[in-house]
């Protein structure tokens, strides 16, 4: 008699998958299936008996050839990548193309603005003191995660289907992560650089050498990349049970919960580098305490509080407020409410620190705003 094809010959070959695999066309890899075995074994099992029955006329191969043709079914649609559906867009056709427009402007608005900053600094030799430095490496930070955000937005702006691969989604969590890192690392560096000009003014340039400089800059880069590569490779190895997303785009904490596994690792590390980042404000506001305490001893150092520091506050509280606001909607904010309010909570940190950030260094550093403007009036006269 004919051997069938049992239970434990269809579990075995889908084990046997490789992890966050796609053994059918639905999209939902093997773990979904291995998780639910109790209750789709058997609808699997018919539905593949069919599919073989269909394949081979009269069904006539020994069981052991069909566990075989399973396999290499299995295997073939095995190179289906995991495709994520971001729910975060609902509207109608015409609003799309007002909010795509709007969106662009936004984007290259803030293209604009950070790099009018970053060129200014590059080519202005008066310019090259270690706090024009930072505030350049903030704005190219600015940049890098804008563009985490702003190109898969416009893309799913302008078409119907707002999928997102799962290469594509993990690549997007990794840099903007990098992008909140490193800004708060920025922020850190650029306080101490400020606590060093202020309290300790004769020892500045001692303290603040170039070689320092550079290396601050390379740690800020560095440290940054290093806390989203292990977060990202925490959450690349759980196996997922979901593919919805309810965001506009792909964040840490919205994978990890499609989840088929415990999370604790995750939801450790992730208490690790609040941890890390509520210590760093800290020192912050340390350091600003210290700042304030020497500005109140003379005009000068009031003056210069108001024109470097100020901004760096602003900055820092908008950021801050911007990046808790999302992780606080994302860990217990409910999706019942309203989905305009679900998502400006969620793009603030990534639409308003880029976009603010030149133009409030712009409008209060005096340096700046006098090159910048030299610079345009050049460009004016000659084109005139």
Same mark, same amino acid.
């Given at each position: 008699?004919?051997?069938?094809?049992?239970?434990?010959?269809?579990?075995?070959?889908?084990?046997?998958?490789?992890?966050?695999?796609?053994?059918?066309?639905?999209?939902?890899?093997?773990?979904?299936?291995?998780?639910?075995?109790?209750?789709?074994?058997?609808?699997?099992?018919?539905?593949?008996? =069919? +599919?073989?029955?269909?394949?081979?006329?009269?069904?006539?191969?020994?069981? @052991?050839?069909?566990?075989? %043709? !399973?396999?290499? $079914?299995?295997?073939?649609?095995?190179?289906?990548?995991?495709?994520?559906?971001?729910?975060?867009?609902?509207?109608?056709?015409?609003?799309?193309?007002?909010?795509?427009?709007?969106?662009?402007?936004?984007?290259?608005?803030?293209?604009?603005?950070?790099?009018?900053?970053?060129?200014?600094?590059?080519?202005?030799?008066?310019?090259?003191?270690?706090?024009?430095?930072?505030?350049?490496?903030?704005?190219?930070?600015?940049?890098?995660?804008?563009?985490?955000?702003?190109?898969?937005?416009?893309?799913?702006?302008?078409?119907?289907?707002?999928?997102?691969?799962?290469?594509?989604?993990?690549?997007?969590?990794?840099?903007?992560?990098?992008?909140?890192?490193?800004?708060?690392?920025?922020?850190?560096?650029?306080?101490?650089?400020?606590?060093? =000009? +202020?309290?300790?003014?004769?020892?500045?340039?001692?303290?603040?050498?170039? @070689?320092?400089?550079?290396? %601050? !800059?390379?740690? $800020?880069?560095?440290?940054?990349?290093?806390?989203?590569?292990?977060?990202?490779?925490?959450?690349?190895?759980?196996?997922?049970?979901?593919?919805?997303?309810?965001?506009?785009?792909?964040?840490?904490?919205?994978?990890?919960?499609?989840?088929?596994?415990?999370?604790?690792?995750?939801?450790?590390?992730?208490?690790?580098?609040?941890?890390?980042?509520?210590?760093?404000?800290?020192?912050?506001?340390?350091?600003?305490?210290?700042?304030?305490?020497?500005?109140?001893?003379?005009?000068?150092?009031?003056?210069?509080?108001?024109?470097?520091?100020?901004?760096?506050?602003?900055?820092?509280?908008?950021?801050?407020?911007?990046?808790?606001?999302?992780?606080?909607?994302?860990?217990?904010?409910?999706?019942?409410?309203?989905?305009?309010?679900?998502?400006?909570?969620?793009?603030?940190?990534?639409?308003?620190?880029?976009?603010?950030?030149?133009?409030?260094?712009?409008?209060?550093?005096?340096?700046?705003?006098?090159?910048?403007?030299?610079?345009?009036?050049?460009?004016?006269?000659?084109?005139?």
């Amino acid at each position: 008699m004919e051997a069938q094809i049992s239970l434990e010959d269809v579990e075995s070959a889908l084990r046997r998958m490789g992890k966050g695999k796609v053994p059918r066309m639905d999209g939902l890899p093997a773990e979904f299936y291995l998780k639910f075995w109790g209750i789709l074994g058997l609808v699997v099992l018919e539905v593949l008996k =069919a +599919i073989l029955e269909t394949r081979v006329p009269g069904g006539g191969i020994d069981g @052991r050839s069909r566990v075989c %043709l !399973l396999s290499m $079914t299995i295997e073939f649609n095995s190179s289906q990548e995991i495709v994520f559906v971001l729910h975060g867009l609902n509207m109608t056709q015409t609003y799309k193309h007002i909010y795509f427009s709007f969106t662009l402007i936004l984007y290259l608005f803030t293209i604009v603005v950070n790099l009018t900053l970053i060129v200014t600094i590059f080519l202005e030799k008066m310019l090259h003191d270690p706090m024009y430095l930072f505030l350049c490496n903030l704005c190219i930070n600015d940049i890098f995660g804008a563009s985490a955000f702003y190109p898969k937005i416009l893309y799913d702006l302008l078409f119907e289907s707002h999928v997102i691969t799962y290469i594509g989604c993990m690549t997007q969590i990794l840099v903007i992560y990098s992008y909140v890192f490193c800004e708060f690392t920025s922020l850190t560096v650029m306080a101490y650089d400020r606590y060093v =000009a +202020i309290c300790k003014p004769l020892q500045y340039h001692s303290i603040m050498t170039t @070689r320092k400089v550079w290396t %601050l !800059l390379l740690f $800020t880069w560095l440290f940054s990349w290093l806390e989203s590569s292990i977060g990202m490779g925490l959450t690349a190895r759980l196996p997922l049970c979901g593919l919805d997303i309810d965001k506009l785009y792909c964040s840490n904490w919205a994978v990890v919960k499609l989840s088929c596994i415990d999370t604790t690792l995750n939801n450790l590390y992730g208490f690790i580098i609040t941890f890390s980042h509520i210590s760093q404000t800290i020192l912050i506001l340390i350091s600003y305490v210290n700042i304030i305490k020497a500005s109140l001893r003379s005009r000068v150092e009031r003056k210069k509080f108001m024109q470097t520091c100020l901004p760096h506050l602003i900055t820092l509280t908008n950021f801050t407020i911007s990046i808790t606001f999302d992780v606080l909607y994302a860990r217990y904010g409910s999706n019942t409410s309203l989905l305009a309010l679900r998502n400006i909570m969620a793009v603030e940190f990534l639409i308003v620190p880029p976009l603010v950030n030149p133009i409030i260094y712009g409008m209060k550093l005096t340096q700046i705003r006098n090159r910048v403007g030299q610079m345009f009036n050049r460009k004016v006269a000659d084109l005139t």
